[in-house]
């Protein structure tokens, strides 16, 4: 089968960063699900990975952590699916991933896809919805359709959790939501998606949330440079406030929390893969539900940009697009 993949960690700009090849098709177990991958997104997390993660000796490593596609087999164990279907995931970092025609995952990881869009639109949102749908409901434990005179800030809104993250609190809850962006066409953006104020992340906050008139957010989501923002969230964030956070600061002195007592919660929406949870199924549960609000109309698909068909020369672009930090919504690549 077409596969990308890599043997040594390099520079995006260097050919061999990832590479076209073919590889043996993958092979199903009890409860996996055998999937045609017909579009996939890039996230930085792919993108870490590449940059950081040597495989073993004479290994190749298949990267990709978002896919569209249709069941072609199912495991002798599986209940979930039957071949035919149309489905979307996340996978897991244990595993080889979506990067190539034929991908093998775990029926709890998977949902049904969305009818009412396309295998690009839907490749879109799989790791971000599940970011995104975990920090609100399981990490700051947030309570459907309540919430009502409180607020929430989302700093870097426009990136793909953020994208879905002002989605769903704006559609799911009563929220009132604040986003933060810095350019004109990332603060339309994030307005489009739902958010009733948006700030200007490359001011102080604490002064933008002032000067706009808003109070003190009860729920702070810092999604990048979370070390750079700190000290502001903890200036601005309301006693007994909750800040999330799924970024990798190389540093974080939270004490500057403790006066507020506020409390701090860690996202990564591989835990339930990589520890084999007792709730892994949560995440089949959540993608086939946001699925029905996608054709419900009450979500609607992140999609940035469509670099064209998947290969290690648009892979490529996509990791260096990633890699500067200036992407809105997300990068998706279709068919091999």
């Given at each position: 089968m077409k596969a990308i993949a890599y043997q040594q960690p390099l520079s995006i700009q260097d050919p061999l960063s990832l590479q076209d090849m073919d590889l043996p098709e993958p092979t199903v177990g009890p409860r996996d699900v055998l999937v045609e991958v017909k579009a996939v997104s890039v996230n930085p997390v792919d993108a870490k990975?590449?940059?950081?993660?040597?495989?073993?000796?004479?290994q190749w490593r298949v990267l990709g952590w978002d896919a569209s596609g249709i069941v072609k087999a199912v495991g002798a164990d599986v209940r979930l699916f039957k071949p035919g279907d149309r489905v979307w995931y996340a996978g897991d970092l244990r595993r080889p991933g979506s990067n190539s025609e034929l991908q093998v995952v775990d029926e709890r990881l998977v949902g049904h896809a969305p009818e009412s869009l396309n295998f690009a639109q839907a490749a879109?949102?799989?790791?971000?919805?599940?970011?995104?749908?975990?920090?609100?409901?399981?990490?700051?434990?947030?309570?459907?359709?309540?919430?009502?005179?409180?607020?929430?800030?989302?700093?870097?809104?426009?990136?793909?959790?953020?994208?879905?993250?002002?989605?769903?609190?704006?559609?799911?809850?009563?929220?009132?939501?604040?986003?933060?962006?810095s350019r004109p066409e990332t603060t339309q953006w994030v307005q489009s998606l739902g958010a009733h104020h948006v700030l200007?992340?490359?001011?102080?906050?604490?002064?933008?949330l002032q000067q706009q008139g808003l109070p003190a957010p009860k729920y702070v989501v810092s999604l990048t440079h979370s070390e750079q923002h700190m000290p502001q969230i903890a200036q601005l964030i309301a006693p007994q406030g909750r800040w999330g956070l799924i970024d990798d600061p190389a540093s974080l002195d939270i004490r500057p929390f403790k006066s507020k007592s506020v409390s701090v919660h860690w996202e990564l929406?591989?835990?339930?893969?990589?520890?084999?949870?007792?709730?892994?199924?949560?995440?089949?549960?959540?993608?086939?539900?946001?699925?029905?609000?996608?054709?419900?109309?009450?979500?609607?698909?992140t999609m940035g940009e469509h670099l064209g068909r998947i290969d290690a020369a648009n892979l490529r672009r996509a990791h260096s697009l990633i890699e500067s930090e200036h992407t809105r919504g997300k990068l998706v690549?279709?068919?091999f």
């Open positions: 990975i590449r940059a950081s993660a040597q495989p073993a000796p004479g879109a949102m799989p790791l971000t919805t599940i970011t995104a749908w975990e920090m609100l409901f399981d990490r700051l434990q947030l309570q459907r359709a309540g919430h009502h005179g409180e607020s929430l800030l989302v700093v870097g809104a426009a990136g793909g959790v953020g994208s879905m993250l002002v989605q769903l609190a704006r559609q799911l809850t009563g929220l009132n939501v604040i986003a933060t962006a200007d992340h490359r001011k102080p906050l604490a002064q933008e929406m591989f835990t339930r893969s990589m520890f084999s949870t007792e709730d892994m199924q949560a995440q089949h549960a959540l993608l086939t539900e946001v699925g029905k609000l996608v054709d419900a109309g009450s979500l609607q698909t690549l279709e068919n």
